[in-house]
């Protein structure tokens, strides 16, 4: 039964793994640009995670038409998360151009080397 | 039926102004600070319309677009938004006084339009923050927040703010999607994203699937710790706030942390209810976190010699104060973090502007070579030593009055370490805020500087934050009714 469960909610398990994997991406990979994938990586997780929500197992788009019953998916989540990748989006071009920055200040984009030239 | 609307209004004016600034800053640069007072000044006579309102008619809701309640946009017009509103407009207001004849020094030549874009734009966001009812509204307004909050670090140019800031980016982005995630599933427990609704359906579905409400509550916990540096999860604060421009230093350091506290007591009141928080042991895991952000942001600070990262790392202990408030778990607790959420907004940022003026004319950040600045600015000396007297906790000034609260908070609850931890937190911000002021006065350096205040927009500015934190400190009376009613609706 265990397993069977699990299996059956496979989206949110990998939503999940997605979600730790990005940000263990951030905290343990040296260069900058790595770290901003890791920032897509996480958010990626938390949008499978919203879509899996909205999920209904056969469901239609939610376009309603006269006289037909059928089951739509909630679409809810997938409007929540038209918001969530403007937000990513704008969050990876802003840390893209403070990269830059720092490039075009200090020559690297290593977090060890970074630190040593500020000391 | 106007009152309703103000709160959505407030923030809808404020944004307006944020977008049209960027105009006024390409062709029309010298209105750029005018206008943004303009803004400002507005936006705090209608903060004290809808404060007054708010008491004496009881809180107010209004519906975006005017789609009732599950499907629309919530805006609350409640006790703690109104009073959030009003602190966020007044200290706006007196940093761009201040940052009137600042930003033109410290910040890239041109830059001051869009600087004052930045600081309408997170003014907006922090409203639309305190004011939001519904949840995935409130996280919108967070990432707002917190992208102007890295772009204000940034302002000050140079590549000194470069690494700070991209250190706040990704702490903030981790702790934006650890909110996302537990507003996800908040919105799997109950199926809606309004607070009130939300916290109706929890009643039922929280107790049916208690572990899927716990992995919320710590989701939403950890995400908004993150965001206001409670103590663990701090480590970008001290360098976002100590290398930012010192306008954007008061902002972030005064204003933007608390709003995330704000945030959590409204979702720990509102949204759950505090049974099932007293189940969770949360109040515990709050207290300890508290303690710890109180004790090792004041001992971080003790051996700063930079005075903007002992200011910095003066946050963090006070932040604490905040989040030992809400652990407390009481009306009176709550009106203990509301106290101290004002208290500190004024003294912080009074702190922060002051020293901005005393390391300008000094041109360092290091404690040792603001000698004998005292004799060189003594008003603004004057005022940092005043906020760091309030810091300390001296009667007559707010920050006694909230630590007297906290403590009978504490006592009341039945929690009897918190007293003395405020008098041993009291001691330790003497130790380190002493220092400074001997330095600054009774030290002097190699040759007397010249006795030169700066301009007069940065006294006017410092001396009607320090009149805010006397009132706030010998009449507390006439502010705490006010509080005590945000504190009880809160409450609910």
Redesign the interface.
Known sequence: MEFNFLLANYPYIFSILL?SL??LI?FTQAN?IK?VIG?NI??SG?FL??LA?GDITGGKPPIYVEGVEQIYVNP??SA?IL??IV?SF??TA??LS??I??YQ??RTIYMPE?LKI?E | MVIEFLPFALVLFTLVGAFIMPFFARWFPRGCIPLTLGVLGMDIFMAVTLLTSVMTHGPTAYYIGGWAAPWGIEVRGDGIAAIMVLLIAFIMFWTVVYGASSIGKELPQGRGGWYCALLLLISAGMMGLVVSGDL?NMY?MI?VVS?SS??LV?AKGG?EV??A??KY??LA??G??FI??GI?FT??LTGH?NIGFAAAELMTAGGEYPYLNWVALTFLVIGLGVKAGLFPLHVWLPDAHSTAASTSSAILSGLVVKVYAVVVMRLFFQLYTSEMLLATDIDRILLVMSIAAILAGSLFALVQKDLKRLLAYSTVAQIGYIFLGISVFSIMGLEGAIFHIIAHALMKSMLFLAAGSLIFRAGSRQIEDLRGMGKAMPFTAGMFTLGAFSMIGFPLLAGFISKYLLAIAGWDSGNLLILPLMVLSGLLNAAYYLPVIRVLFWSSGEETPSKVEGELGRSLALGALAAGLLIMGVIPEAGREFIQLAASWLWG
């Open positions: 979600f990005g940000w951030i900058l770290k920032i996480m958010e938390i995670f919203f929500v809810l989540p929540l918001t969530g937000v704008s969050i802003l840390a403070i990269i920055k720092i200040s200090y970074l500020m | 995935f919108v990432e992208l890295v772009a940034l590549r470069l690494p800031a991209l980016l990704l982005t981790i934006s999607g996302l995630f996800g919105y799997i994203l």
